[in-house]
């Protein structure tokens, strides 16, 4: 695949969207107040670079997401493995996590600062809730979509159960565990994000909002665009993780997980 | 030699068949739902019959009457699909390893042996997904060989594959059970190839057995 060329494709839409930006600024086509112009942007940029205040931001709100997404991960992946494999257990689960699946995080916010105040461990839920399901569902799917017939030659050639597992349906569901990881990671940011608008001292959630109430249309931009720009980083760090665990789906599902 | 007199109660007839193959071909032949793909799981111990009695080589693998049922892993079968069941995450040499228990000499030399007289030996570093359809079908009967199978089981082998590369393949699933010198049955629903494959041929129709050629 041709990846620079494709690549720099992609630049094209956001250079005309910023060079329109510019032109509007510059010819006063708009409210400055209403789109600050690039120039006013960039310099709030550097100071909040410079003087710490944009990494703190974003370095919280970057490790809420890991821890939330690690446990998240280690709660969903092992249940959907269970549900996978025993599947007359699944009786007993669907309708709690059909029920829970369409509860948006972000709706049970005021209980969990009901039970829980306003320190990291709401937050750390919301992100958690957020990723269960993804990861959940896409594995559930991987691994009762299994080839039946890979696991019976796996049967025949006389491994055991826990072997079937690690050799045979483990790489078979592999893909859509990954595609499950993806879909997590961008549904807890953007729920994160959320979290932080409401109940938080730090974060770039709360930067946001921070800067609405100061009338800072300059810093919500700069949130904004640092959001997008982060997310962007976290799925490409992903791809290139899923290219080097399933190399073997490589080529037939370079586009697959984009949420 | 292989004994297999089951009954196996399916949801819409009873397969009911008695046979016994040397080390031979037996072609099970019928329409689909017939219950030929039944025969052979039972026989691999993927499903379990109702009654009656398998036995290889004097060794029992199911007997209802005495309550015996070896699982799969100690009946040194193997099994070739239609469809491969090539695993997907590993390349060819991996698959073809992948039944073998004891890696050594005499395992390499089968697997030297094995390569040259299926011809894939350029294949071994290729990952499954740029094979051709005859050459899945010859690194899963490789696959199949390399775990010294005492019966080899196969469901539809060549149903997949263009005309050409069928008959080629017809060829040397011959020549390799000429070479190994065990049984295989082999299902298919194609008359030409129960013809040409069979030295014992069984009809089936609705889980009975309605016909036979030796």
Known sequence: ?259 | MLSVDIRCDLPDFSLDLQFQVERDILVLFGPSGCGKTTTLRSIAGLVKPDAGRIILDGKVFFDAAAGIFAPPRERQIGYMFQDFALFPHMNVQKNIWYGVKQHGEAAQEMYEKLLGLLKIGHLGARRVGQLSGGEKQRVALARALMAEPKLLLLDEPLSSLDKATRLELQAELMEMQKLWKIPFVLVTHDPDEAETMGGKVLFLEQGRQVAAKR
């Not at chain 1, 078979?172 to 608008?197: F, N």
């Not at chain 1, 997310?231 to 080097?244: K, S």
């Open chain 1, 1 to 259: 695949m041709n990846g620079a060329a494709n690549t720099l494709k992609g630049l094209y839409i956001p250079a005309v969207l910023g060079l329109a930006w510019l032109a509007g600024s510059h010819f006063s086509l708009w409210n400055s107040y209403i789109i600050p112009p690039p120039a006013e942007v960039a310099a709030a940029f550097w100071q909040i670079s410079s003087d710490g205040s944009l990494a703190k931001h974003l370095l919280t709100s970057v490790y809420r997401v890991f821890v939330g997404f690690c446990a998240a991960f280690l709660l969903a992946f092992p249940l959907a493995v269970l549900l996978g494999m025993f599947s007359r257990l699944s009786a007993y689960f669907d309708i709690t996590l059909e029920a829970l699946r369409h509860i948006p995080p972000l709706a049970t916010i005021p209980m969990l600062i009901l039970w829980f105040g306003i320190g990291e461990l709401p937050k750390l839920m919301i992100v958690v809730m957020a990723t269960f399901f993804p990861i959940f569902f896409n594995t559930l799917h991987g691994v009762a979509s299994c080839d039946g017939k890979l696991v019976e030659v796996a049967r025949s050639f006389g491994l055991t159960r826990r072997e079937i597992f690690r050799r045979v349906v483990l790489p078979a569901s592999l893909p859509s565990v990954m595609v499950g990881l993806r879909l997590g990671l961008g549904y807890s940011w953007r729920a994160l994000v959320g979290a932080e608008l409401i109940a938080a001292s730090s974060g770039i959630g709360y930067m946001i909002l921070d800067a609405q109430q100061l009338s800072r249309p300059d810093l919500v931009i700069i949130g904004i665009l640092t959001i997008g720009v982060m997310g962007t980083l976290i799925d490409l760090l992903f791809f290139a993780l899923t290219q080097r665990l399933i190399p073997w789906k490589v080529g037939e599902s370079t586009d697959y997980g984009r949420g």
